[in-house]
């Protein structure tokens, strides 16, 4: 110590007279701010704390599950309460800031210039990612604890949803309160001018309600081939929140269509039914045949082709069957291909609704054409060994969304209808929609 002492002292005669003024003036002044900053600071700290105390007690009334209880001690009025919280003037009287996001803030970019710790701030991100997503105009307040530490953060993502942060321990749970609107049943009905869709816009449903419509008709209406002049009548309950709408649900719809009318009315399940109760996605039957064959070659989206050797999807099941077997249509559809294509020989690809296409190949004859509307268990085709195709069997394939699936494990419609007190609630709920439903 005292040798450190010593060269300190030399290293300063060494120094030229200007500079041992310079840095004997610094040290003086450095000494002067050490000792004298506690007297400044002291007279200023009586009035604020009781202030700050005010505050406390209104944080508390806002924080009734705050698990550490506040410092009510006398000794609360010393003067260890850090200097920028004496100085924070964002706080109004209950001790809550609010802040309303602008360009280019960030949930760090807000909370570090109010001080708040930068482990707390990435504690908020990991808690909820969306908090990385702050939006121009979303308003955001806190409450900080005894300690100075974030306690509460609430962030107002939408008129809906307000969600809140609350510390706990070195974390913080988040919890979201939804703001519920109020349901509005509107009825919109037209005329098919041009497509549905235009005609239903004009009748006033939005691009998402439109979609409902045609989803719930699915399997008794191609919407492509409605006709001039069909009429439709569409029962929608829409959730409105400040004046806005916020979502809406299909309660009902009718069409009539050449002069027959369809219907599709929601029960408590959310599903559509028509109005005996009965469901509306016909089941699929699990094979393509009146009995279950063998199973020559699984579906594989990674086989090796046996004919040509290369990796190439097997995209559907194959059954070994005798020539001239009837194949049958896993389900009401439309029949949109039947000729003879390549590998595939003699091929017939059905729609089933928007959703579902089945595919059937390397037939021997074909019992329907294009466009054709079969039903269930309506024989298709003969089956053969047509196209690249190394013995007699059928290649069945199921498409959900422009995408094949295993037939064999695919989750595909099944028949339901509703039954016992459910079936009476929803003939209850026919008999009150039904006259909603009239048209123009
Ligand atoms: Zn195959």
Redesign the pocket.
């Known amino acids: 110590m005292q040798q450190i002492a010593r060269s300190v002292a030399l290293a300063f005669d060494n120094l030229s007279r200007p500079h041992r003024v310079m840095l004997g003036s610094l040290t003086v002044l450095t000494l002067a701010v050490a000792v004298w900053r506690p007297y400044v600071y002291h007279p200023e700290a009586s009035p604020v704390i009781k202030t700050i105390e005010l505050e406390k007690n209104d944080i508390r009334s806002l924080l009734p599950e705050a698990s550490e209880p506040l410092d009510q001690s006398p000794d609360a009025e010393d003067d260890t309460i850090p200097q920028d919280e004496l100085d924070d003037k964002t706080a109004g009287e209950t001790g809550v800031h609010e802040y309303v996001v602008s360009t280019g803030d960030t949930l760090s970019s807000i909370l570090n210039q109010y001080g708040i710790d930068m482990g707390d701030i990435s504690q908020l991100a990991t808690v909820d990612k969306d908090l990385r997503n702050l939006k121009i105009g979303q308003q955001i307040s806190w409450t900080l604890n005894d300690d100075g530490e974030l306690q509460r953060l609430t962030w107002e993502m939408s008129r809906r949803e307000t969600r809140t942060y609350d510390r706990s321990g070195s974390t913080f749970k988040l919890s979201s309160e939804m703001q519920q609107g109020e349901w509005v049943n509107n009825v919109m009905k037209g005329t098919v001018g041009g497509s549905f869709v235009s005609s239903a816009k004009d009748a006033g449903l939005t691009t998402a309600e439109i979609s409902a419509v045609i989803k719930a008709m699915q399997w008794q209406m191609d919407f492509r081939k409605l006709k001039k002049g069909d009429e439709f009548s569409v029962l929608m309950s829409r959730e409105m929140l400040e004046g806005k709408r916020e979502q809406s649900q299909l309660v009902g719809v009718r069409l009539r269509s050449s002069g027959k009318d369809y219907y599709a009315i929601r029960a408590d399940d959310g599903k559509f039914y028509d109005r005996n109760g009965s469901g509306l996605a016909k089941g699929f039957m699990r094979f393509p045949t009146a009995k279950q064959f063998r199973i020559s ?1 699984n579906f594989n989206p990674r086989r090796l082709n046996p004919v040509t050797g290369r990796v190439a999807p ?5 059954f070994a069957m005798p020539q001239g077997t009837p194949v049958l249509a896993v389900g009401d559809g439309e029949v949109v291909m039947a000729k003879r294509s390549g590998a595939a020989g003699y091929f017939v690809a059905i729609r089933h609704g928007r959703t579902y296409t089945t595919r059937y ?2 037939l021997k004859k074909l019992l329907v054409q294009p466009g054709q509307k079969v039903k269930r268990g309506d024989r298709i085709a003969l089956s053969g060994n047509t196209g690249r ?1 190394t013995g007699p ?1 059928l ?2 394939e199921v498409w959900v969304n422009q995408q094949a699936v295993n037939p064999l494990t695919a989750k595909l419609p099944r028949t339901e209808g509703l039954t016992g007190s459910d079936r009476n609630d929803y003939l209850a709920q026919v008999r009150e929609v039904t006259p909603q439903l009239s048209l123009n």
């Open positions: 070659s097997h995209k559907g099941v194959d190949m390397h195709s069997h290649h069945y």
